[in-house]
């Protein structure tokens, strides 16, 4: 679904900061932290698609969102 580095990725791209997506969420940004460490590793389900939404990202956006950023 989305991997930590694709939500650290888009987050940034929205100019959201961890702090902030953690209050939406209703998370501390140490958890938050802690799911962009899984690096390319898919974060857990149940979060990966409340985060989806609250960025308001479209599956292509998420899996292209790391050749945007590399190009």
Known sequence: M???NQMRLLRTLKNIGQSGLAKM???SQQYI???ERYGDTEIPHYWG???ISILN???TEVMN????TVA
């Open 49 to 51: 698609g409340k985060i």
């Open 25 to 27: 969420l209703g998370l």
């Open 57 to 59: 990202c479209s599956e």
């Open 33 to 35: 932290s802690k799911l």
């Open 2 to 4: 989305i991997t930590g």
């Open 65 to 68: 969102v790391q050749k945007i």
